[in-house]
């Protein structure tokens, strides 16, 4: 059983724009590939036969991948999130108690994560020890380089 993707409703709109354009769009581009390098001779030695054909099943598994994500995914709304606990959407301002820097995130699902803007996944190791806590508490992220402390200051939407 594939993991729950949880995604905001613009995600979701997001992912089902991408992979009506690839089913149209981008269907037809690799067909009109494909079509191109079969007239051009033996399928045996054509390059831009098999580079076509390789096109096609990448396309195809990306259309795989995206429909599968729409068929595991839970939609969230902001004004649903619970602001005592650090939970998906949630903001969170933290410190890190090594070197005192205080830093924003905001805990996105996997297929939203995008570090430099600030948004953390959630099955991340800073992600996945601040699900579940409260302002106040701290959370141990265990690291590659070690242990790292956050305290968590503010939690929002």
């Known amino acids: 059983m594939a ?85 998906i959407l949630s903001k969170v301002n933290v410190t890190n108690l090594s070197n005192k820097k205080t830093m924003d995130y905001q805990i996105v699902s996997e297929k939203e994560a995008d570090l430099k803007s600030g948004k953390l996944s959630v099955s991340s190791p800073i992600g996945k020890a601040l699900l579940g806590k409260a302002v106040g508490d701290v959370a141990d992220v265990n690291a590659p380089s070690g242990v790292f402390k956050f305290q968590i200051n503010n939690i929002s939407i």
């Open 3 to 87: 993991d729950t993707v949880y995604l905001t409703k613009e995600s979701l709109e997001h992912i089902k724009d991408e992979l009506h354009q690839l089913k149209t769009i981008g269907r037809a581009e690799i067909a009109r590939q494909i079509s191109e390098a079969r007239e051009k001779g033996d399928l045996k030695e054509n390059a831009e036969y098999d580079a076509a054909k390789e096109a096609q099943g990448l396309h195809e598994a990306k259309i795989a991948q995206l429909e599968e994500t729409l068929l595991n995914a839970r939609i969230i709304d902001a004004k649903n999130i619970d602001t005592s606990k650090v939970s």
